[in-house]
């Protein structure tokens, strides 16, 4: 072998190991980034011309990742924030229902029954009428404050759609850039795993928010889908926004308004099913609770007689709403409150206790009143008003422990998966050490045969 090559294998191999060591010195640096992946150097036997080695090379820099284990890590931390998200809510609208306690629903209309029992005691009392007037209105009050408490969470989940959906299109944006620069950097034989890292953290926080699928090609970049809609790739980016599509909440494409995602995981999903579905149902089975309410409280009450006002008993006032010019009940439950009739509550007399005209004494009508709590209603599946109530947070407390267990049964399983991950891409310093000591030894020994070449050229010139 001559002097020249020798010196060409030694410099050559001295340049490898020391890219080598670089690149071990890399994922010692980064064994604390979660978002990083470790890189493993592929040796090749340098071959020249005549088929005659010529040293060592790097053949590759792998990215040590495993795909199918990536897919379903973000297939379960997309259904992880999805029943996250589904809590956080649900835990909000059981402080709103606030049963079981003292200010839940349930103790005003109990309270509102027995103030028409205790009435049917002593029909003529005006303290006794006035307390049914209080727990009518204490009654209204807090089915309006329920409901509205509704409609605020419906409002703060369209609020959260919009946040993410603009995080969405961020995240998109992001990834068709970085598949633009490792797109080129890879035509061009330049490895970009850096590039690579960058992009897959924001597919991971992307399946956070909406379930999403992955493809690959030749060039290492990818193309996204956003629920079975193009969202990304190297050569365009999609653009998505929200809107109200045969009353749900829909995920559509801005460049195709018929393009709608089909959502069924991440935070996105639990967004809007509980603003379109959810909320909406608890929301519409308070509304028909209170309608009958309503509707059977003033069916009795309009039977009854008032107390003698100017020497005459009136009758068919109802106790909730208004009669309109031709007789008819209006505005006894409007916007999530119950109104209590102006007549009653300007004067507690046209309160109808009795089924009797000037007959002050009389308490059939209260007593019917009192006993409406224990009345099976058709319109409410044969429930009483109290069973109905309950049958509405059973449903909202079942669906609360479902979002909890489905929370730690997916927990489970991404931590789990996070643990092969780092397992299997992470970097183990233990290790990355002993590849640094193994290249340092390579480079030495190269830089030896330097010195070794150098003594013989010495020694040949000496000659001379």
Same mark, same amino acid.
């Given at each position: ?133 209080? #727990? =009518?209105? *204490? %009654? ?6 329920? !409901? &509205?408490?509704? @409609?605020? /969470? ?36 330049? #490895? =970009?795993? *850096? %590039? ?6 924001? !597919? &991971?926080?992307? @399946?956070? /928010? ?40 829909? %995920? ?54 008032? %107390? ?157």
């Amino acid at each position: 072998m001559s002097i020249g090559r020798l010196l060409d294998i030694s410099v050559r191999t001295m340049n490898t190991y020391q890219s080598a060591i670089d690149t071990a010195s890399q994922n010692i640096s980064n064994a604390g980034n979660p978002d990083y992946t470790r890189q493993k150097v592929v040796f090749a036997n340098e071959v020249g011309e005549k088929g005659i080695g010529i040293g060592v090379k790097i053949q590759d820099v792998l990215r040590i990742r495993n795909d199918i284990l990536d897919s379903q890590l973000r297939k379960y931390q997309s259904s992880l924030s999805d029943s996250q998200k589904r809590s956080e809510v649900l835990k909000q609208i059981e402080a709103i229902v606030s049963e079981p306690s003292s200010n839940g629903l349930s103790t005003f209309i109990t309270e509102f029954f027995n103030a028409w029992d205790a009435l049917s005691a002593n029909p003529n009392s005006q303290q006794l009428r006035l307390t049914v007037i209080q #727990k =009518a209105q *204490e %009654l209204s009050s807090r089915f309006k404050d329920t !409901i &509205d408490g509704f @409609s605020e /969470i419906q409002y703060m989940l369209q609020q959260d759609a919009n946040v993410q959906v603009n995080q969405i299109n961020d995240y998109l944006k992001g990834i068709y850039e970085l598949n633009q620069r490792i797109y080129d950097a890879e035509a061009r034989g330049t #490895k =970009a795993n *850096e %590039l690579k890292d960058q992009r897959d953290a924001l !597919i &991971d926080k992307l @399946s956070q /928010i909406v379930n999403i699928s992955v493809q690959k090609n030749d060039y290492g970049s990818v193309m996204v889908n956003v629920g079975g809609v193009y969202g990304a790739d190297q050569t365009n980016y999609n653009q998505f926004e929200v809107k109200m599509v045969d009353g749900q909440l829909r %995920l559509v494409s801005k460049l195709d308004s018929n393009s709608l995602a089909y959502v069924n995981g991440g935070e996105f999903f639990a967004t809007s099913d509980l603003l379109s579905n959810k909320i909406a149902a608890y929301k519409s089975a308070y509304e028909k609770l209170a309608t009958n309410f309503v509707d059977q409280v003033n069916a009795v009450h309009t039977q009854g007689y008032t %107390l003698p006002i100017g020497g005459s008993s009136n009758t068919g006032i109802p106790f909730f709403g208004e009669l309109n010019s031709s007789g008819k009940i209006v505005n006894a439950f409007v916007d999530g409150e119950i109104k209590i009739n102006s007549a009653v509550l300007s004067d507690p007399r046209n309160i109808a206790a009795s089924s009797v005209a000037g007959y002050e004494g009389n308490n059939e009508i209260a007593t019917r009143i009192a006993e409406l709590s224990k009345a099976k209603i058709p319109e409410l599946d044969n429930q009483t008003f109290t069973e109905n109530y309950t049958s509405i947070i059973n449903s909202i407390a079942q669906e609360k422990v479902m979002s909890d267990n489905s929370i730690t049964s997916n927990d489970l399983v991404v931590q789990n998966l996070k643990t092969q991950k780092a397992s299997y891409s992470g970097v183990s310093i233990d290790e990355e050490m002993t590849n640094v000591m193994k290249y340092q030894r390579s480079y030495e020994a190269a830089s030896k045969l330097v010195k070794i070449a150098d003594e013989l050229l010495q020694t040949i010139l000496n000659m001379v």
